[in-house]
């Protein structure tokens, strides 16, 4: 077991150097092309719509450390968004509890159908996605008409700088970010976390509450998707149905470029940090050869198939 540990430590940091040379020349390539990609403004943007994407990632790491995933995370953020450009007007506090409890029971029927029904979880997340578009189709028609628009104080802390290229969504994503690496690699339930997803069957007959561990993933990917969703919807100031459906495929291509095993139990947040700064920075170069969002899709899709392949090999092998 130590050997393992020794080997899987050494490919980690192999890895890791792989990712800031990927992102060194991407960084590179992309301010050869637009100049003013080089700009301290520039970057400073450049972090600030990396964040939404980052904290997705960070839900979708947990849940895949598990062995899980959430494709209804989109929905999540839209309509955690959503419930606060609505509820809002009747007090800010009580429109982000509202869109609070939103995300937990969301989350909490995905990890329960998970954990507990033994569904399949794309299957699963899949399906919620769809029930959620339904719902809030006709939502925004009847039972949650009202104002799209978010609040301005919503509004400043998605996109406010404090000083270039610190912006307080930065510094948002900064504690999250540090919350959750901690929450990974300090914590019980992190050990727990990848101990489901090394070998959920093993880990039940060890004594581990398997479900519970799937639950409170499924709740915290959810909660990061909703304040993710307010963060999409403080930057573009309003919202849509459409808000975070772009962000799917890279969501999950960010952790798996990070080097999390979609098998679980294998990854941190550490890489899908890296996988984050590099996809948005690869959008950037896209979207300044002017590339369509069609082509972006392409690209996550083939990232997340050929790394999904790579990791199936990879574990044949062990």
Not at 9 to 16: F, I, K, N, Q
Not at 196 to 208: F, P, S, W, Y
Not at 219 to 248: E, N, P, R, Y
Not at 289 to 314: C, D, H, P, R
């Amino acid at each position: 077991m130590g050997k393992i540990k020794s080997l899987f430590s050494g490919r980690l940091t192999a890895s890791m150097l792989s990712l800031w040379s990927i992102l060194i020349v991407l960084f590179i390539i992309t301010g050869l092309v637009d100049h003013y990609f080089f700009t301290i403004p520039s970057i400073g943007v450049t972090f600030q719509l990396a964040v939404p994407l980052g904290l997705l990632a960070a839900g979708q790491t947990i849940c895949m450390l598990t062995g899980g995933i959430d494709l209804s995370i989109a929905m999540i953020a839209t309509g955690a968004a959503f419930i606060v450009s609505i509820k809002s007007p009747s007090g800010l506090g009580m429109a982000i509890f509202y869109a609070t409890l939103y995300c937990i029971l969301i989350g909490a029927i995905n990890g329960l159908a998970v954990g507990l029904l033994g569904m399949n979880p794309l299957i699963m997340t899949l399906g919620m996605n769809a029930v959620l578009i339904g719902v809030f189709t006709v939502g925004i028609t009847t039972f949650l008409k009202g104002s799209s628009t978010m609040p301005d104080i919503i509004i400043k802390l998605s996109t406010a700088s404090i000083i270039d290229p610190i912006s307080w969504p930065l510094v948002l994503w900064i504690l999250i970010g540090g919350f959750v690496l901690y929450l990974l690699k300090q914590t019980g339930l992190g050990r727990l976390i990848y101990a489901v997803g090394d070998n959920a069957k093993a880990a039940r007959l060890a004594g581990i509450r398997v479900w519970k561990v799937q639950l409170t993933a499924y709740i915290l990917c959810a909660l990061l998707g909703g304040l993710a969703g307010l963060m999409i919807g403080g930057q573009s100031g309003a919202v849509a149905m459409s808000l975070a459906d772009s962000l799917v495929l890279p969501s999950v291509a960010a952790v798996v470029i990070g080097g999390t095993s979609i098998m679980g139990g294998m990854g941190g947040y550490t890489g899908s940090i890296m996988g984050t700064l590099i996809l948005t920075v690869l959008s950037y170069l896209l979207a300044t050869l002017n590339s369509s969002e069609a082509v972006k899709q392409m690209i996550y899709g083939a990232i997340v198939l050929a790394l999904a392949w790579t990791y199936s090999k990879l574990t044949e092998k062990s």
